[in-house]
């Protein structure tokens, strides 16, 4: 199996962010937070969140989302899930 890197998975994550709320790669950041940087409001989280885990096929739980404020924190659960799973 091929290792995923948090490059992957931000790349991954930008792509995902484009095609559902139309953000542009370039702000997608470590540090750029969902709501004030990037205004994603609730609903196209939740968005996101159905296509990460088709993309990179996890689950990411509800009360997994609650702490998922930053880009940089999307990517270590992402990659944390990816791991768990194909280990």
Not at 22 to 35: C, L, M, S, Y
Not at 48 to 58: T, W
């Amino acid at each position: 199996m091929s290792t995923i890197t948090q490059t992957d998975v931000l790349t991954g994550l930008a792509e995902v962010l484009e095609e559902v709320s139309g953000v542009t790669a370039d702000k997608v950041t470590r540090e750029a937070t969902f709501q004030d940087d990037l205004e994603v409001d609730s609903l196209t989280m939740v968005e996101v969140v159905v296509a990460c885990e088709e993309r990179f096929g996890i689950r990411i739980p509800d009360e997994a989302l609650e702490n998922l404020r930053t880009v940089g924190d999307a990517i270590d659960y992402i990659t944390g899930q990816i791991e768990t799973v194909g280990a």
